[in-house]
Structures are given as structure tokens and as C-alpha cells.
Nanobody
Framework: QVQLVESGGGLVQAGESLRLSCAAARSIFSFNAMGWYRQAPGKQRELVATITRGGRINYADSVEGRFTLSWDNTKTTVYLQMNSLKPEDTAVYYC?????????WGQGTQVTVSS
């Protein structure tokens, strides 16, 4: 069983920044991929940013250049630095880790961006 513990959501104004954290208690590179998804009300969950075991980072077009995925020195925590936030970034953000046929999810953290 994999536990993913998220933190860092909140309410900000458009143009401001937030940083999300996801702690995995094991190396993020032990997973096939790890990263962030989000789900806005009435919409499907979508990929935001992920990193593969080989170190390749993928971003959704909508966040490219504004969001940055990184990790700590212990390689057990991933971060999502979100800059220049827009109202359309409002969603519940979920940490995700993929290993073989399994998807593991964090509890979700709300990000609300007011205009």
C-alpha cells in the first residue's frame, strides 16, 4: 500500500502563486510515474504534471511555463510550484503515483483562484 500525503492548497487571487507538496515515504523514482492531476467541478480529472522513472517531466499545455514540478533532496517528496495562477486553475489537485497496473492517489487538496 502506498500513502501519498498532500499539502499546500488554498485560496489565492489571480496572478499569485502556490506550492503543493506530496510526500510518498519512498523514492519517487521507484514508481513508473508520479505527479499531479486536477479535477474541476463538472469536469473530468486531468493531468497537470508528471515525472517518469527515467526523469522525464510532462506538463499539460494549459500549465506549461507557469507550473514547475520538482522534488526534494531525499527524493521522497514532489512539489508543484504554481505561478501566475488563473481562475481556470481552480480545482481539487491530486497527487498520483503509478506502479505497474496500480494507481495510487492522495486525498486531494483544494486550490481556488479568485479573479
Amino acid at each position: 500500500q502506498v500513502q501519498l500525503v498532500e499539502s499546500g492548497g488554498g485560496l489565492v487571487q489571480a496572478g499569485e502563486s502556490l506550492r503543493l507538496s506530496c510526500a510518498a515515504a519512498r523514492s519517487i523514482f521507484s514508481f513508473n510515474a508520479m505527479g499531479w492531476y486536477r479535477q474541476a467541478p463538472g469536469k473530468q480529472r486531468e493531468l497537470v504534471a508528471t515525472i517518469t522513472r527515467g526523469g522525464r517531466i510532462n506538463y499539460a499545455d494549459s500549465v506549461e511555463g507557469r507550473f514547475t514540478l520538482s522534488w526534494d533532496n531525499t527524493k521522497t517528496t514532489v512539489y508543484l510550484q504554481m505561478n501566475s495562477l488563473k481562475p481556470e486553475d481552480t480545482a481539487v489537485y491530486y497527487c498520483n503515483a503509478q506502479q505497474y497496473a496500480f494507481d495510487y492517489w492522495g486525498q486531494g487538496t483544494q486550490v481556488t483562484v479568485s479573479s
